[in-house]
Each structure stands twice: as structure tokens, then as C-alpha cells.
């Protein structure tokens, strides 16, 4: 390859390393907003420029040549430079300006982030938000994405981590299911009711509880209704279909207009899913005044906020599964 003659492939570049990074052409392409076939077509044409294949292509999957490792590694500091260089106005201006890409998990994102982002677009007008709602985790050094919102009680190594707030599951059924059945006074007493559950994983269904330091509990609880989502399982709950388990944060407003009511509040609830939220973004000598912005508001947000208020009183570290 000639001494400027890598300049009309940059753009294959960049869609090699997201091919490379997400292993699937169709997800770099959603990335990138091309097709899958125009993906392939400019990785073809960059390993012809090269003249080396970078990808084995497979039914099920890809996967990085030797060759191409390396060449990820190179385009991989390439982007990462590219995009220092797009920050310089913002790391020299002292007004926070431009687009901030955040993304969260679905509940969180509605239930906390969503309204504190509204005031937060108020306070800074020269400040735009892109919210990326999405269950999955996210790395933001792969997908693009300034900061990162996770639940969860280990935080990845190699970003910064900050911690937002605790994350702990209550149990809550509305008023009208508590008093047409039994009353709840221990966790054994749940043997009898109709539990909402998450179902993802086999014991999902074995719940968990602790009172002060020494009492324990775990009882296996049966529903007519599972979900893997904490909205859907809180809908059930007010629609009197049973006991469910749910984030604090997504029980707060039912909790505050008596819609439901919390059970066992004496008990916590040893679920897997808890820990902290934390916002996660890569290292860097300079973090960006749009970006520095957001993080301070949501920290000093969300460390006096209602939310932190319900569940700091039972966030425990457990298995390092996110908060659904």
C-alpha cells in the first residue's frame, strides 16, 4: 500500500473494527447505518487493499485471521484517535456543548434516567442527550456511546466506574390481593400465594430473605405469571394477579399512591439481581465538559433522590447479574 493511499480506505477501516468488535456484519451495520452487504463489500475491499484476509467467515460466526488481530488492534487506535481529535474543541471549551450518547437498561432508563434527563436538557440547552435504551450490556469503547449506565455490583475492568445509587428488589401486591388472601407475616407464608417471578434462570423461583444479621429464609414460590421484566411483573401486581419482585425504583410511584403495597418490608430480599447502577466510561486524560456535566448531575440526582431513598436500606452485594 502506497505512503497516502490508506486514506481512501478509513472508512473500511472503521467498518472492519465494528464488524470485528460486534462479530456480526449485520449488527456493525445497524451501527453504521449501511446494510449488511455493503459491510461485507468494505472489508472485501479493505483485504484486497491490504492484501490479506482479515475475517474467517463461517455460517455461525467470525472470526479474526492472524493478520487481521493485528489489524484490529491498528484500527482500533486509529478510531480511538480519530475521535480524540473530534473532542479537542469540546476538551478546551469551557461551555459543555454537543451530543452526549447514553445508554441504560429499559426500566432504569424509564423509571430514573428519563426524568432527571429532562430537567438535565433544561439546565444545559447546549447540551443534546441521545438516551440508547437497551437490556443488553454495552461497551462504550466498541459501540460508540459516551457513558454507560449498568446495574450491577461488579463493574467492568478497564472503564471508569461511578457509583449512582443502590439497586434492591422489594416485594409489592396491590391492597385488593392482600386482603383477599392470606396475610404475608413471613416468607414461609408465600408458599400460599400467587408469586410473580422472573423465570429467566431455574432458580428464580426460589426466593431468598434475610432479617437483620442472623435470621434467614428461602422458600420455592409458585405464580400464574412470570416475566423477565420488572414493568410487566409490576402491572401484574396491580392488575391482583399476586406477589411480585421488582426493582425499588420501578415500585416507587405505585408504592407512593397506595397502588400497591410492600410485603415483608421487615425482610430482605435476597434476589440475584442487585447491587449498584453505575455510570461506566472509558479512561481518558480528558473528559469532555458535555460529558462531565451529565455525570455530576446524575451523581448529586440520584444520591438524594427518592430512589435511593426506598433501596438504600436493603442493597447487599450479590451475584454480579444485572437488575431487570
Known sequence: MGTNSFL??????VTFLRVAELGSFSAAADLLGMTPSAA???VKRLEKEIGVQLLQRTTRQLRLTEPGAEAFARCRELVAAAQGAMDIAQRFSKKPSGLVRISAPKAFARRVLHPHILDFLRRYPEVDVQLIVQDRD????????????R??????????ARQLMPVAHILCASPRYLEQHEAI??????????????GEHERDNHWRFRQGDVEEAEVVVRGRYVSNHSEVRLEA???DLGVACVPAFMAQEALESGRVVQVLAGWEFQGNYRGHAWIL?????????????????LLDALATG??????????????PRAAS
Open 8 to 13: 481512501k480506505v478509513l472508512p473500511e477501516m
Open 40 to 42: 461485507s463489500r468494505q
Open 138 to 149: 454495552i461497551d462504550p469503547i466498541r459501540e460508540g456511546v459516551d457513558l454507560v449506565v
Open 151 to 160: 446495574l450491577t455490583t461488579e463493574p467492568p475492568e478497564g472503564l471508569v
Open 185 to 198: 407475616a413471613h416468607p414461609r407464608d408465600l408458599v400460599a400465594h400467587s408469586c410473580l417471578s422472573l
Open 237 to 239: 401486581a396491580l392488575a
Open 281 to 297: 466510561y472509558p479512561p481518558s486524560r480528558f473528559t469532555v465538559p458535555k460529558c462531565r456535566v451529565l455525570i455530576d448531575y
Open 306 to 319: 427518592p430512589e435511593k431513598k426506598l433501596s438504600s436500606s436493603s442493597a447487599r452485594r450479590g451475584p
